[in-house]
C-alpha cells in the first residue's frame, strides 16, 4: 500500500493562537481524525510540521496504528508546497496521498480512486466544479514531484500548481470524484467559526 503524507506546517493565522492541527475536534485531535479516515487506504503516515509542533502531534498520534514518520520542514514558513516537497521526500513508497491537516471530512474511497487514477502517471490532481486544483488533496509519485517542487522554489515559485506542470498528471473531474465518494472531502476547516460547525457535524 502506499504512503499518506499530512501536511501541518502552517501557522493557522485564520484559526487563531492555538495550532489547527491538533485543536480538539468533538474529542479528537483534527489530524488525528484526518490521519483515522486515511488510515485503510494508506500503510504509512509521514507528518510534516515544523519542530515546534512536533510533540504535541505526536502525542495525537502516539497509539496510531500504522508506522508514522515526521518530516520536519529544516526552513520553516516556506509555504504548502514546500511541506508537500518536505514530505515526499520522507516517503519512499510508488505513491503517496498528500492531505492538510485540516481536512477532517477526507474519504478514504475518494483517496482509493485517486490511487487508482495516478496508475500509470506521476500524479493525480482532483478539481472541483470552481476550477481549482485540489493540489492538498492528491496523489504524487514521490520522486518526480520533489524534483518538480525544487524546480519550482529555486525559481521562486510558490503557487502550488508549479510543479503540476512539470508532470504527466492526470486531473480529475468533480463529476467523476462525485461517482467515488463525497466531496465533503475537499473541506478545509480554516477559522474558528469552520471550525465549530465542523464539531457539530461530528458529534453523533
Ligand atoms: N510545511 C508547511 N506547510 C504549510 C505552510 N503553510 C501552510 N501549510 C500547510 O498547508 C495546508 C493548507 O494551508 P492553510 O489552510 O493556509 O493553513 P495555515 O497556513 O496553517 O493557515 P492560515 O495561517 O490561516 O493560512 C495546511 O495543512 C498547512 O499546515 C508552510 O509554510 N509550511
Ligand atoms: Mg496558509
Known amino acids: 500500500m502506499p504512503a499518506g503524507v499530512i501536511l501541518a506546517g502552517g501557522r493557522s493565522t485564520r484559526f487563531g ?19 483515522d479516515r486515511i488510515g485503510g487506504v494508506v500503510d504509512e503516515l509521514v507528518i510534516n510540521c515544523r519542530e515546534d509542533q512536533r510533540d504535541a502531534i505526536e502525542e495525537a498520534v502516539c497509539d496510531y496504528p500504522n508506522p508514522t514518520k515526521f518530516a520536519i520542514d529544516s526552513d520553516p514558513d516556506q509555504g504548502p508546497m514546500a511541506g508537500i516537497r518536505t514530505g515526499l521526500a520522507a ?6 496521498f498528500v492531505v492538510a491537516c485540516d481536512m477532517p471530512f477526507v474519504d478514504s474511497e475518494l483517496v482509493n480512486y485517486l490511487f487508482e487514477r495516478a496508475e500509470g502517471h506521476e500524479a493525480a490532481v482532483p478539481r472541483l466544479g470552481d476550477g481549482w486544483f485540489q493540489t492538498t488533496h492528491a496523489v504524487y509519485e514521490p520522486n518526480p514531484m520533489v524534483e518538480a517542487c525544487d524546480t519550482a522554489l529555486g ?50
Open 17 to 35: 493562537e492555538q495550532d489547527k492541527a491538533v485543536a480538539d475536534l468533538a474529542g479528537v485531535p483534527m489530524l488525528r481524525r484526518v490521519a
Open 91 to 96: 516517503c519512499d513508497d510508488e505513491y503517496a
Open 155 to 204: 525559481e521562486e515559485k510558490r503557487k502550488i500548481v508549479e510543479p503540476l506542470f512539470e508532470l504527466d498528471y492526470v486531473v480529475v473531474e468533480e463529476e467523476e470524484l462525485q461517482k467515488y465518494g463525497s466531496l465533503e472531502s475537499f473541506e478545509n476547516v480554516n477559522t474558528k467559526a469552520e471550525f465549530e460547525a465542523a464539531v457539530q457535524r461530528f458529534r453523533p
